[in-house]
Protein backbone atom coordinates (compact mmCIF):
# COMPACT_ATOMS: atom_id res chain seq x y z
CA UNK A 1 0.00 0.00 0.00
CA UNK A 2 1.43 3.30 -1.31
CA UNK A 3 2.09 6.13 1.91
CA UNK A 4 0.03 9.47 1.56
CA UNK A 5 2.30 12.05 0.60
CA UNK A 6 1.12 14.36 3.16
CA UNK A 7 1.80 11.53 5.90
CA UNK A 8 5.19 10.98 5.02
CA UNK A 9 6.14 14.57 5.43
CA UNK A 10 4.33 14.14 9.49
CA UNK A 11 7.36 12.67 11.83
CA UNK A 12 5.76 9.82 14.17
CA UNK A 13 4.47 11.36 17.05
CA UNK A 14 6.06 8.49 19.14
CA UNK A 15 9.42 8.64 18.47
CA UNK A 16 9.06 12.68 18.55
CA UNK A 17 7.69 11.86 22.24
CA UNK A 18 10.47 9.13 23.00
CA UNK A 19 13.46 11.08 21.84
CA UNK A 20 12.37 13.85 23.50
CA UNK A 21 11.54 12.49 26.93
CA UNK A 22 14.70 11.04 26.97
CA UNK A 23 16.43 14.23 26.34
CA UNK A 24 14.46 16.25 29.37
CA UNK A 25 15.28 13.09 31.77
CA UNK A 26 18.84 12.96 30.81
CA UNK A 27 19.22 16.83 31.53
CA UNK A 28 16.93 16.09 34.94
CA UNK A 29 19.53 13.50 36.03
CA UNK A 30 22.50 15.50 34.91
CA UNK A 31 21.30 17.96 37.45
CA UNK A 32 20.54 16.26 40.02
CA UNK A 33 23.22 14.72 40.64
CA UNK A 34 25.27 17.88 40.14
CA UNK A 35 23.38 19.10 43.48
CA UNK A 36 24.09 16.00 45.57
CA UNK A 37 27.41 16.57 44.65
CA UNK A 38 27.76 20.45 44.88
CA UNK A 39 25.17 21.78 47.54
CA UNK A 40 25.97 19.71 50.37
CA UNK A 41 23.67 19.61 53.70
CA UNK A 42 24.99 21.37 55.57
CA UNK A 43 25.01 20.91 59.97
CA UNK A 44 21.91 21.57 62.13
CA UNK A 45 22.31 24.80 63.74
CA UNK A 46 21.20 26.52 67.14
CA UNK A 47 19.07 28.83 65.09
CA UNK A 48 17.20 26.72 62.85
CA UNK A 49 16.11 25.00 66.05
CA UNK A 50 14.80 28.56 67.41
CA UNK A 51 13.37 28.93 64.41
CA UNK A 52 11.66 25.34 64.63
CA UNK A 53 10.63 26.29 68.36
CA UNK A 54 8.69 29.08 67.45
CA UNK A 55 6.92 27.90 64.44
CA UNK A 56 5.68 25.22 65.96
CA UNK A 57 3.09 24.37 68.68
CA UNK A 58 5.16 23.87 71.89
CA UNK A 59 2.57 20.77 73.08
CA UNK A 60 3.59 18.49 70.17
CA UNK A 61 7.55 18.20 71.75
CA UNK A 62 8.19 16.98 74.73
CA UNK A 63 11.37 18.87 75.12
CA UNK A 64 11.71 22.55 74.11
CA UNK A 65 14.81 23.73 72.86
CA UNK A 66 16.71 25.91 75.17
CA UNK A 67 19.88 27.52 73.91
CA UNK A 68 22.95 25.62 73.51
CA UNK A 69 22.60 22.80 76.88
CA UNK A 70 19.76 19.95 76.32
CA UNK A 71 17.28 19.53 78.38
CA UNK A 72 17.88 16.33 81.09
CA UNK A 73 14.92 16.95 83.69
CA UNK A 74 10.87 17.94 82.88
CA UNK A 75 9.60 20.54 85.90
CA UNK A 76 5.48 20.54 85.41
CA UNK A 77 3.16 22.80 87.07
CA UNK A 78 6.43 25.40 87.22
CA UNK A 79 6.84 29.15 87.14
CA UNK A 80 9.19 30.90 84.23
CA UNK A 81 11.50 33.19 86.24
CA UNK A 82 11.85 30.65 88.77
CA UNK A 83 14.05 28.40 90.28
CA UNK A 84 13.23 25.64 87.04
CA UNK A 85 13.79 28.35 84.77
CA UNK A 86 17.34 26.88 83.57
CA UNK A 87 18.53 25.33 80.41
CA UNK A 88 18.93 21.86 81.10
CA UNK A 89 15.60 21.61 82.52
CA UNK A 90 12.38 21.14 80.24
CA UNK A 91 9.76 23.60 82.02
CA UNK A 92 5.95 23.34 81.63
CA UNK A 93 4.53 26.12 82.99
CA UNK A 94 0.93 27.52 82.99
CA UNK A 95 1.39 28.38 79.23
CA UNK A 96 2.00 24.85 78.73
CA UNK A 97 -0.43 21.92 79.83
CA UNK A 98 1.30 19.62 82.08
CA UNK A 99 -1.00 17.12 81.65
CA UNK A 100 -0.25 16.42 78.29
CA UNK A 101 3.57 15.81 79.07
CA UNK A 102 4.62 12.31 77.38
CA UNK A 103 8.22 11.89 78.17
CA UNK A 104 11.06 11.29 77.65
CA UNK A 105 12.80 12.70 80.70
CA UNK A 106 12.30 12.10 84.57
CA UNK A 107 10.16 14.32 86.26
CA UNK A 108 9.36 16.86 88.96
CA UNK A 109 6.22 17.45 89.65
CA UNK A 110 4.14 20.07 91.20
CA UNK A 111 1.01 19.46 90.81
CA UNK A 112 -1.84 22.54 91.97
CA UNK A 113 -2.70 21.68 95.70
CA UNK A 114 -5.72 23.84 96.41
CA UNK A 115 -8.25 21.54 95.71
CA UNK A 116 -6.49 18.26 97.76
CA UNK A 117 -4.71 20.75 100.53
CA UNK A 118 -6.59 20.87 104.17
CA UNK A 119 -7.86 23.80 103.59
CA UNK A 120 -9.68 22.47 100.27
CA UNK A 121 -13.23 22.02 101.97
CA UNK A 122 -12.99 25.94 102.42
CA UNK A 123 -12.74 26.65 98.71
CA UNK A 124 -15.15 23.63 98.29
CA UNK A 125 -17.75 25.80 99.63
CA UNK A 126 -18.20 28.50 97.88
CA UNK A 127 -20.53 28.40 95.36
CA UNK A 128 -19.16 27.69 91.79
CA UNK A 129 -15.63 26.42 92.77
CA UNK A 130 -14.95 22.97 92.01
CA UNK A 131 -14.71 20.27 94.74
CA UNK A 132 -12.16 18.77 96.89
CA UNK A 133 -9.94 16.65 94.58
CA UNK A 134 -11.16 18.86 91.05
CA UNK A 135 -8.41 19.77 89.37
CA UNK A 136 -9.02 18.70 85.66
CA UNK A 137 -7.21 15.73 86.12
CA UNK A 138 -3.32 17.28 87.48
CA UNK A 139 -2.45 15.27 89.94
CA UNK A 140 -3.75 11.83 88.07
CA UNK A 141 -1.41 13.23 84.88
CA UNK A 142 1.59 14.03 87.63
CA UNK A 143 1.50 11.12 89.41
CA UNK A 144 1.15 9.20 85.60
CA UNK A 145 4.22 10.92 84.55
CA UNK A 146 6.55 10.23 87.60
CA UNK A 147 5.46 6.59 87.62
CA UNK A 148 5.97 6.06 83.92
CA UNK A 149 9.38 8.25 83.54
CA UNK A 150 10.70 8.17 87.10
CA UNK A 151 11.49 11.33 89.00
CA UNK A 152 9.12 12.87 91.81
CA UNK A 153 6.01 14.65 93.02
CA UNK A 154 5.22 17.31 95.49
CA UNK A 155 2.89 17.92 97.63
CA UNK A 156 1.73 19.98 101.29
CA UNK A 157 1.42 17.71 104.00
CA UNK A 158 -2.05 16.41 104.53
CA UNK A 159 -2.74 16.12 101.04
CA UNK A 160 -5.80 14.44 100.28
CA UNK A 161 -4.57 13.03 96.99
CA UNK A 162 -2.10 10.79 98.82
CA UNK A 163 -5.00 8.11 100.06
CA UNK A 164 -7.13 9.50 97.12
CA UNK A 165 -4.57 7.43 95.12
CA UNK A 166 -3.07 4.76 97.54
CA UNK A 167 0.20 6.48 97.57
CA UNK A 168 1.98 5.16 100.66
CA UNK A 169 1.91 7.00 104.13
CA UNK A 170 4.58 8.96 104.89
CA UNK A 171 6.65 7.71 108.08
CA UNK A 172 8.12 10.70 110.22
CA UNK A 173 11.31 9.56 108.71
CA UNK A 174 12.56 8.07 106.37
CA UNK A 175 10.64 6.61 103.06
CA UNK A 176 8.36 4.10 103.14
CA UNK A 177 6.79 1.74 100.14
CA UNK A 178 3.82 -0.16 99.72
CA UNK A 179 3.02 -3.29 97.16
CA UNK A 180 0.06 -1.56 95.58
CA UNK A 181 2.16 1.43 94.07
CA UNK A 182 6.27 1.56 92.70
CA UNK A 183 7.32 4.04 94.47
CA UNK A 184 8.26 5.91 97.89
CA UNK A 185 6.53 7.97 99.82
CA UNK A 186 8.21 10.88 102.83
CA UNK A 187 7.73 14.15 104.84
CA UNK A 188 10.12 16.10 105.14
CA UNK A 189 9.95 20.18 105.60
CA UNK A 190 11.05 22.79 103.28
CA UNK A 191 12.48 24.52 106.25
CA UNK A 192 15.56 22.23 106.20
CA UNK A 193 16.71 23.82 102.68
CA UNK A 194 16.03 27.35 103.33
CA UNK A 195 12.12 27.90 102.99
CA UNK A 196 11.42 30.50 105.60
CA UNK A 197 8.11 28.44 106.50
CA UNK A 198 8.38 25.09 108.06
CA UNK A 199 6.34 23.94 105.10
CA UNK A 200 6.29 20.35 105.74
CA UNK A 201 5.72 18.39 102.69
CA UNK A 202 5.03 15.11 101.19
CA UNK A 203 7.04 13.55 98.38
CA UNK A 204 6.34 10.36 95.91
CA UNK A 205 9.44 8.88 94.55
CA UNK A 206 10.03 6.51 91.37
CA UNK A 207 13.15 4.77 89.87
CA UNK A 208 15.19 2.24 89.30
CA UNK A 209 17.63 2.91 92.31
CA UNK A 210 15.99 3.68 96.03
CA UNK A 211 15.90 7.55 97.21
CA UNK A 212 18.56 9.08 99.18
CA UNK A 213 18.32 10.09 102.65
CA UNK A 214 17.11 13.86 103.36
CA UNK A 215 16.96 16.31 106.21
CA UNK A 216 14.50 14.46 108.26
CA UNK A 217 12.56 16.02 111.26
CA UNK A 218 11.68 19.53 112.64
CA UNK A 219 13.03 22.33 110.68
CA UNK A 220 13.58 24.99 113.10
CA UNK A 221 11.72 27.60 110.42
CA UNK A 222 10.80 30.33 112.40
CA UNK A 223 8.20 31.65 110.03
CA UNK A 224 4.60 30.70 110.76
CA UNK A 225 1.55 30.28 108.47
CA UNK A 226 -1.13 31.71 110.56
CA UNK A 227 1.18 35.41 110.28
CA UNK A 228 1.92 34.96 106.60
CA UNK A 229 -0.74 36.68 104.30
CA UNK A 230 -1.83 33.79 101.76
CA UNK A 231 -0.63 36.16 98.54
CA UNK A 232 2.45 36.03 99.66
CA UNK A 233 4.68 35.15 96.56
CA UNK A 234 6.95 33.68 99.09
CA UNK A 235 4.69 30.73 100.15
CA UNK A 236 4.33 28.97 97.43
CA UNK A 237 8.11 29.58 96.36
CA UNK A 238 10.72 26.53 95.96
CA UNK A 239 13.64 27.11 97.55
CA UNK A 240 16.87 26.56 95.87
CA UNK A 241 18.24 24.16 97.49
CA UNK A 242 15.07 21.81 97.53
CA UNK A 243 15.13 22.40 93.78
CA UNK A 244 18.10 21.54 93.36
CA UNK A 245 17.53 18.02 95.72
CA UNK A 246 14.40 17.27 93.51
CA UNK A 247 16.03 17.16 89.97
CA UNK A 248 19.01 15.91 91.36
CA UNK A 249 16.55 12.58 92.59
CA UNK A 250 14.76 13.05 88.96
CA UNK A 251 18.36 12.24 87.53
CA UNK A 252 19.27 9.48 89.81
CA UNK A 253 15.86 7.78 89.19
CA UNK A 254 17.45 6.53 85.60
CA UNK A 255 20.45 5.36 87.07
Not at 11 to 33: E, M, Q
Not at 44 to 61: C, E, F, I
Not at 214 to 222: D, I, Q, R, V
Request: charge should be positive; charged fraction near 20%.
Amino acid sequence: MERSPLRARIPSARAHTTGDSLTWWKCFSVFGIFLSVIIAPSPVRPSMLRHARDTVNPQQYAIAYKGENVPDVAALYVDRGGVYDRPDVDLWDINRDARFYSGPLPVVAHPPCERWSRLAHIWAAVPGRPGIGEDGGCFAAALAAVERYGGVLEHPLGSAAWPAFGLPAAPVSGWARTLYRPGWSCRVEQGCYGHFLPKPTLLYYVGATPPPPLLWGASGASGRFDRTSSSDPRRRRTPLAFAELLLSMARGSRA
